[in-house]
């Protein structure tokens, strides 16, 4: 059996990372980010299905264009960030599959294709991949802020038109400022959160 | 701003993790569990909405009445392993939020209560936890096997009755077989998942 990663590791990944709302001037380069995807395109989904699609904004015209499809309050939190990826579920992800699932396309695809099948599958694994986005980004020192509130259909439009993606959810990721963190919320007991059968 | 965790924790966690079918005798202590419950925990959710319920499947009985509702290729997967988390969003989670939001309980119940968004929350923040499941098992030296190929409506009948929780997917968990893995497929490119706006 493997041994637990070490208790850095741990508090850096879960205990001690936090949710950052503002941002130090630190760019995040591109380097940096193929190396995020080469982590996060590991973690595991259903029939390797991978539907997680990743816009990252990190141009000025794009970092407007996002913000001013974002509530209020999380407007700050990209136009400030170095870097603001858009994590989109491609529902459409099962074309893919040739490359994905080489040794059983056509199963696969078939099982994808019942109704209502494709949808879930997508937002259930696209949202396992954004998980892992959060926790390979965090592993590589940098910190993120993901967000929820902003316009989905309008970052349709504006980011994934004439596709089948579906904006999930949008996360900040770079240097964040310490004095940024909210006081931390409490979580619910091990009882309170479920059982043994 | 922090360092990369160790190359070791990184392929631990992704790079050289593996999705088992099948498992050794070795037990899952409750000890373990509610460590792996605790790391887990700490994971971002939309203003704390924590939705993921856990049923932490390890008897018998458990196992049978689970594995009968299964995938015919899962249910071996089920009853061999130490342990097979299911992993439930309750639609319901915002009766929590006077626990996970004190300070700001009325706004964020009133913001989730909109038509649609709680199922919405529930799903993709409950599948983030579940992510978080994957990577803190594979944190703690343990192996996973996540499995979408079951009947959700009658796992809900039979674990959640009486209770807004919705089936999400399941974990087998444990020690597991290095003879149980399949080839690894290949990932998408980073080109073919995104690119930079």
């Given at each position: 059996?493997?041994?637990?990663?070490?208790?850095?590791?741990?508090?850096?990944?879960?205990?001690?990372?936090?949710?950052y709302?503002g941002w130090t001037?630190?760019?995040?380069?591109?380097?940096?980010?193929?190396?995020?995807?080469?982590?996060?395109?590991?973690?595991?989904?259903?029939?390797?299905?991978?539907?997680?699609?990743?816009?990252?904004?990190?141009?000025?015209?794009?970092?407007?264009?996002?913000?001013?499809?974002?509530?209020?309050?999380?407007?700050?939190?990209?136009?400030e960030a170095p870097?603001?990826?858009?994590?989109?579920?491609?529902?459409?992800?099962?074309?893919?599959?040739?490359?994905?699932?080489?040794?059983?396309?056509?199963?696969?695809?078939?099982?994808?294709?019942?109704?209502?099948?494709?949808?879930?599958?997508?937002?259930?694994?696209?949202?396992?991949?954004?998980?892992?986005?959060?926790?390979?980004?965090?592993?590589?020192?940098?910190?993120?802020?993901?967000?929820?509130?902003?316009?989905?259909?309008?970052?349709?439009?504006?980011?994934?038109?004439?596709?089948?993606?579906?904006?999930?959810?949008?996360?900040s990721?770079g240097n964040g400022d310490?004095?940024?963190?909210?006081?931390?919320?409490?979580?619910?007991?091990?009882?309170?959160?479920?059982?043994?059968?």
């Open positions: 059996m493997r041994k637990t990663v070490s208790a850095e590791a741990l508090d850096q990944i879960f205990r001690s990372a936090r949710t709302n001037d630190t760019p995040v380069e591109e380097r940096v980010v193929r190396q995020l995807y080469d982590l996060l395109k590991w973690g595991p989904t259903s029939g390797n299905s991978s539907p997680a699609r990743f816009v990252w904004v990190r141009s000025p015209e794009g970092k407007a264009k996002l913000a001013g499809l974002a509530a209020e309050k999380n407007q700050p939190k990209i136009l870097l603001t990826v858009i994590i989109g579920n491609d529902v459409g992800f099962a074309d893919a599959l040739p490359k994905l699932m080489p040794h059983n396309t056509e199963a696969t695809q078939k099982a994808f294709a019942a109704p209502g099948v494709s949808e879930v599958t997508a937002m259930r694994n696209g949202s396992l991949q954004g998980a892992y986005l959060i926790i390979a980004a965090r592993a590589l020192g940098l910190d993120c802020g993901p967000m929820s509130g902003f316009d989905n259909a309008g970052v349709d439009r504006a980011f994934f038109a004439g596709s089948q993606i579906q904006s999930n959810f949008i996360c990721i310490p004095a940024s963190v909210f006081p931390r919320n409490p979580r619910l007991s091990f009882a309170e959160a479920g059982h043994f059968d």
